[in-house]
């Protein structure tokens, strides 16, 4: 999807906003816009606890397999 597919109104482009105002700002030598809060604090993932939590999860998930392959072949 490409910004021009968008309705009007639709979305707003934060980043384009924000850039224009310090620009215009920057321009008309006036203090830069403060920056907003976050509405939300961001969830910060441990992307290293992630992977190790898939990586048990594989080998876990092989170990069932052969000992549900040799209790077959048994």
Do not use: C
Not at 34 to 39: L, T, V
Not at 43 to 63: G, I, M
């Amino acid at each position: 999807m490409i910004r021009e597919e968008l309705k009007d109104g639709e979305f707003t482009d934060r980043y384009i906003d924000a850039i224009a105002k310090i620009i215009e700002a920057k321009r008309d030598h006036h203090r830069l816009p403060e920056a907003p809060e976050p509405e939300q604090p961001a969830q910060v993932l441990d992307l290293l606890a992630a992977l190790n939590a898939s990586v048990e999860q594989a080998r876990a998930s092989r170990s069932f397999q052969s000992l549900a392959s040799s209790a077959a072949s048994s």
